[in-house]
């Protein structure tokens, strides 16, 4: 058996352990194995690293089991043996964007949720930006952008009216690369293997047809539907209040013993809804109040009634912000987090 950590911070305790497949003796020298696709992007991953693995130090530790045999005189035994490498530096990870569409005579502020985009407290990103899926060669910046966290950047797009119709590709940069948001793959690819991101999608913005404003934020306009991220109120059109979930911390108080679980994302509103899978925790506690969002967390800790349903999907699902405005939940988060049994 042979597994892989990922020690990013340094600090001697691994944020992540692949177990590896394919464990096959080539010679008494020489093990073979194989890193298998990890489960912490969804059914769709297409990426042998989990998110909260950023690079820095790694250690493969193989166990060699022995049996009892004629040439065995010691009966059964097993041997572990470890190696440090260095992993280098991840490129940042791009999930998903929001809005993924709007007008672009204005000024677009987008969230970028993924990973990776803080390393041992450092912002780990140089730049933002977004290409044209038709025309690589036309490229805009985001200026400004801000790393909010390690799982999330607020980026702010002038794409002005002449990209009216234009669908754009979004990235990050960083000392480690590019993030993946392929269109093509690249020659000499394995199958099967998957455009867009460690998903398996395309990450884009999309700027409407018209070259308006879109729908006033308080008052409906004749003719003019409202926005994406903006629903029909019962006084015009009323921003959806949408919850952003991008990390999740199984704790394991050393007194009790008690688990307990920290989500993290942006717009967590109290009195929000929160299900693991099919469950829902029984006790809620909201944290660490969000400077973007008035009212609004990004940190809320779970207890009671989680280990049944770990690992499994997290949904938040804020209150209705109003009269006619329906209360939409995040997008899921894969939590792989699960509670020990000794």
């Known amino acids: 058996a042979a597994t892989l950590s990922c020690d990013t911070n340094g600090d001697g305790i691994a944020e992540t352990t692949v177990a590896l497949v394919n464990v096959t003796p080539v010679s008494c020298n020489l093990i073979r194995a194989t890193i298998p696709v990890s489960a912490s992007f969804g059914t769709t991953s297409t990426s042998g690293f989990p ?4 690079g820095g130090a790694g250690t493969i530790t193989v166990t060699t089991t022995f049996t009892s045999g004629d040439n065995n005189a010691f009966g059964p035994f097993t041997r572990t043996f470890t190696c440090a490498l260095a992993l280098g530096t991840r490129a940042p990870v791009v999930l998903s964007v929001t809005p993924s569409s709007g007008s672009c005579s204005v000024l677009q502020d987008l969230l970028i949720s993924g990973a990776c985009f803080i390393i041992n407290g450092v912002p780990s990103v140089t730049s933002v930006f977004a290409i044209d899926r038709a ?3 036309r490229r805009i910046d985001a200026a400004p952008f801000t790393v909010l966290s390690p799982f999330l950047i607020d980026a702010f797009f002038n794409f002005t009216s002449a990209n009216a119709g234009r669908t754009f590709l979004i990235f990050v940069q960083g000392p480690g690369g590019i993030s993946r948001n392929l269109l093509a793959l690249p020659a000499g690819s ?8 460690e998903q398996g999608i395309q990450v884009t913005f999309t700027c409407s047809t018209s070259t308006g404003g879109g729908c006033p934020s308080d ?4 003719g003019c539907p409202c926005p994406v991220g903006v629903a029909p109120g019962t006084n015009g059109c009323t921003p959806l209040d949408i919850a952003v979930v991008n990390g999740c911390d199984l704790k394991r108080d050393s007194t009790t013993g008690a688990f307990s679980l920290d989500v993290v994302g942006r717009n967590i509103k109290r009195g929000a809804i929160v299900t693991i899978g099919s469950v829902t925790p029984k006790k809620i506690k909201f944290r660490e109040a969000d400077s973007g969002f008035p009212g609004a967390f990004i940190r809320i800790t779970l207890k009671k009634g989680i ?3 770990l690992p499994g999907n997290i949904v938040v699902t804020n209150p209705s912000p109003g009269p006619g405005v329906p209360a939409v939940p995040s997008q899921a988060f894969r939590c792989n987090d699960f509670c020990p049994t000794n």
């Open 51 to 54: 998110a909260a693995c950023c």
């Open 135 to 137: 025309d690589p060669a």
């Open 190 to 197: 394995p199958t099967p293997c998957t455009t867009g991101n």
């Open 219 to 222: 008052v409906a306009a004749p």
């Open 307 to 309: 280990c049944g349903a």
